[in-house]
């Protein structure tokens, strides 16, 4: 099944990606501040492996200050062409972009969305550093 996981607190990014993603087939799941704690693959219903007893959620080495969700999308079962077209698609319609994205990989189906995202912060801060 082919889906977008979208936090957002854009009500009008929010609707104009739902309609996006009706046109293209893809069923689109909006995501809540309390499924921050749940894994990314039970949040794309492709199932996942349960967290670790005590994992903390994060990479190592992040500092346990409060977490405030952050905007992001995931695309699950979308291969390179349905991604490019989509996000061509939001690009021209001046969809606001949603800064962090990810694909469901088997290495991310079993983190926390919160680890996730985290992790999509550092690399995109990573990436800023190289440029």
């Known amino acids: 099944m082919s889906r977008v996981l979208l936090y957002t ?64 999308m995931i695309f699950c079962g979308i291969d390179q062409r349905q991604l490019d077209r989509f996000l061509d698609t939001a690009e021209k319609r001046g969809i606001g972009s949603v800064k962090l994205k990810a694909m469901l990989t088997p290495t991310n189906r079993s983190w926390s969305l919160q680890r996730l995202v985290t992790a999509l912060q550092q690399e995109r801060k990573s990436l800023r550093k190289i440029r």
């Open 9 to 72: 607190n854009d009500r009008d990014k929010k609707r104009a990606l739902a309609e996006l993603c009706r046109e293209q087939g893809l069923t689109l799941r909006s995501l809540t501040p309390a499924d921050f704690s749940e894994t990314v693959g039970a949040l794309a219903g492709a199932g996942g492996l349960p967290t670790e007893a005590g994992e903390t959620c994060l990479p190592q080495g992040t500092p346990r200050s409060f977490f405030a969700p952050q905007e992001v």
